[in-house]
C-alpha cells in the first residue's frame, strides 16, 4: 500500500503536491458539519415556538421555543418559509436545542448522511485525479529524458 503513495506523491510537482494536500484537508469540512449535525439530532428534543415568529423576506426565521424539558430556546429557526402575513402563528412544532431549531428532525440526518457521504466520495476523486497527473508526469519526464539523450 505504502508503494503507490509514495509513486503518487514524488510524481507530482510542488504545487501539486500542496493542491493535494489543501484538498484533502478541505474535504474534513463536511465531515465537521456532518458530526454537528448527527450532535444535534442526537441531543435535540421536540420543540414549540412561544409566541410569534419574525421572518426575514429571503432570510432565516427567528424566534423563541420551548423544548420538552421546559426549557427555553431562542435563535435561527431554519425550515420555515413565511410571507409577512403567516408571522402571526404561534405554537409551530419545532425540533431544537438552547439556540438553534429545525422544522423537521430529518432534516439533520438527510443532511449528516449527505455530508458523511460527500468526504470519502470526494477523497477518491482528488486521489484519483493526483494519480492521473502523477503517472502523466512521470511518462512525461520519461519522454523528455529519452528524446534529450544522444541517439547512439
Known amino acids: 500500500m505504502r508503494a503507490w503513495i509514495v509513486e503518487l506523491v514524488v510524481g507530482l510537482r510542488p504545487w501539486q503536491r ?13 465531515l465537521w458539519f456532518a458530526v454537528g449535525n448527527t ?9 414549540v415556538t412561544e409566541g410569534f415568529v419574525d421572518c426575514a423576506y429571503d432570510g432565516p426565521c427567528r424566534g423563541a421555543w420551548t423544548l420538552a424539558d421546559g426549557s427555553r430556546g431562542r435563535g435561527g429557526i ?11 402563528v ?6 431544537g436545542g438552547r439556540d438553534w431549531a429545525v422544522t423537521d428532525s430529518g432534516t439533520l440526518l438527510r443532511h ?4 458523511y457521504a460527500v468526504a470519502p466520495a470526494g477523497a477518491a476523486l482528488v486521489v484519483w ?24
Open 18 to 30: 500542496a493542491a493535494l494536500v489543501v484538498s484533502l484537508c478541505a474535504l474534513a469540512l463536511p
Open 129 to 152: 485525479i493526483a494519480r492521473r497527473r502523477s503517472k502523466y508526469n512521470r511518462e512525461t519526464s520519461e519522454l523528455i529524458r529519452r528524446y534529450r539523450s544522444p541517439t547512439p
Open 112 to 115: 449528516a448522511v449527505a455530508q
Open 78 to 88: 431554519d425550515g420555515l418559509d413565511f410571507y409577512a402575513e403567516q408571522e402571526l
Open 39 to 47: 450532535d444535534r439530532y442526537r441531543h435535540g428534543q421536540p420543540a
Open 90 to 95: 404561534e405554537d409551530i412544532p419545532l425540533f
